[in-house]
């Protein structure tokens, strides 16, 4: 029987322990509640529905969210001195970019003008070398995070393992990839140039997807005994009719995002018929990026 590693648990229970985490800390003398900026660039209805995502989370657990819009058109000199203005602010613990950021501005000068302290998604390249150097000082980005704390929470080891990631964008693939390598794993990293991608796919004990290309994972890339993590997150067909208004904040928090069906990169009804255990879409690492970017935002609060 496939172990499906649901990723609404596990968010759960970690928005559970924030929530407490946050009460002790609001209760010192002059004490303030932890505070995330996320800058928004044009209004992108996908990105829309991944913000709202983020700022009911942090609603759950007693976090400030402020969601920081900016027009379309903006010029990068005016964008890097806002971000210049939040990194000054004391009152301001964490602050991201939500991707994607209009073809206009440089995507690396914008992040790298986040304080590498208040960035939570860990996007600047101070914290990606951090990563690069297994310095546990840094910040690990959000979605890897996750994939990390998915996987220790259904107690599946990853040193001596192999782990075998498709995809090597910066965002996702290559931090994931790097991540597992510090755990000790022995990593493959493919991308759409890999000859024999279902050899090399079979050939893992992890798998972990990351391609943005639905159901490019089949029963012929797998093998039993494998563990998959898909994070592909594909919208199909036309959105699905919700109205989540008047809805309890958990129901809404379900929906990532809500009002489109997904799917993943993994075809999930065939793949779970033959490996060991296997990350739904939605519910499996979605979940888990949103609470682990509040986590990485803990931190940086304490800090
Ligand atoms: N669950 C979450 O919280 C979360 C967070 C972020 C992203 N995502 C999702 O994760 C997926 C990947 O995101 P991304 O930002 O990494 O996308 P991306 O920048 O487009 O990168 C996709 C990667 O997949 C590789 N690829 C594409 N087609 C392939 C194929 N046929 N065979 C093997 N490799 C292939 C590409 O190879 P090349 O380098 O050769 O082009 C590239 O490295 C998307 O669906 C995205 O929505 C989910």
Do not use: W
């Not at 994939?147 to 001596?160: D, E, F, T």
């Not at 093998?223 to 208004?245: C, Y």
């Not at 809404?252 to 296997?278: C, M, T, Y």
């Amino acid at each position: 029987m496939v172990k499906i590693l649901d990723g609404k648990v596990v968010r759960d229970k970690i928005a559970e322990e924030l929530t407490k985490k946050i009460e002790r800390f609001i209760k010192a003398p002059l004490a303030r509640r932890p505070r995330l900026v996320i800058i928004q660039v044009g209004s992108l209805p996908e990105s829309n529905t991944y913000i709202r995502q983020k700022i009911l989370f942090g609603k759950k657990i007693g976090a400030v969210v402020n969601l920081q819009n900016f027009k379309q058109k903006i010029d990068e000199r005016s964008l890097i001195n806002q971000i210049s203005r939040f990194n000054s602010q004391k009152n301001i613990d964490g602050i991201i970019v939500q991707q994607p950021i209009p073809q206009h501005l440089d995507k690396n000068k914008i992040v790298d003008s986040i304080e590498p302290a208040k960035d939570v998604d860990g996007q600047t390249s101070i914290n990606f070398k951090k990563l690069i150097e297994n310095d546990p000082t840094g910040f690990v980005p959000a979605t890897t995070k996750g994939v990390l704390i998915l996987l220790k929470h259904y107690k599946i080891p990853i040193a001596q393992k192999h782990v075998v990631v498709v995809g090597r964008s910066s965002l996702v693939g290559k931090p994931t990839a790097l991540s597992m390598l510090n755990k000790d794993a022995t990593v493959t990293v493919c991308h759409s140039k890999t000859q024999d991608l279902e050899k090399i796919t079979k050939l893992a004990d992890i798998l972990v997807v990351a391609a943005g290309k639905p159901k490019l994972i089949t029963k012929n890339h797998v093998s039993k005994n494998q563990v998959v993590i898909d994070i592909g997150i594909n919208v199909v067909g036309e959105p699905i009719n919700t109205d989540l208004v008047g809805n309890r904040l958990d129901k809404r928090l379900e929906n990532e995002p809500p009002g489109h069906k997904l799917i993943g990169d993994v075809d999930f009804k065939e793949v779970s018929k033959i490996v060991a255990a296997i990350s739904p879409v939605p519910g499996g690492v979605g979940p888990m990026t949103v609470a682990s970017l509040f986590q990485n935002l803990l931190e940086a609060y304490k800090e």
